[in-house]
């Protein structure tokens, strides 16, 4: 079955950076654009970054665009999200997911605090 577990998350300063990873199974990893995206208590998970699927093609949440970079390496079936120059309102838990699928990981909670 489908399965998404994504990774890297943590406690970090304003300023800093982490790199999220998200390992997928259960489907033809190539022959899915790949998103992620992030929920905050309270609010609509929202769209942070898509890539194609040979990674040609990316687009950003307005917010993070300069400072995210979402990458893929189909060879390990993963997608990543470099995230630099963090702000406490990048807070949040982080999920992947395969486009025009319905699933999704257990997410990893990114906090952005001094």
């Known amino acids: 079955q489908v399965q998404l577990v994504e990774s890297g998350g943590g406690l970090v300063q304003p300023g800093g950076s982490l790199r999220l990873s998200c390992a997928a199974s259960?489907?033809?990893?190539?022959?899915?654009?790949m998103y992620w995206y992030r929920q905050t208590p309270g609010k609509e998970r929202e769209l942070v970054a898509s890539?194609?699927?040979?990674?040609?093609?990316?687009e950003y949440l307005y917010s993070v665009k300069g400072r995210f970079t979402i990458s893929r390496d189909n060879t390990k079936n993963t997608v990543y999200l470099q995230m630099n120059s963090l702000n406490p309102e990048d807070t949040a838990v982080y999920y992947c997911?395969?486009?025009?699928?319905?699933?999704w990981g257990q997410g990893t909670q990114v906090t952005v605090s001094s």
């Open positions: 997911k395969p486009g025009g699928l319905n699933y």
């Open positions: 259960g489907f033809t990893f190539r022959g899915y654009s």
């Open positions: 890539i194609t699927t040979t990674g040609i093609k990316t």
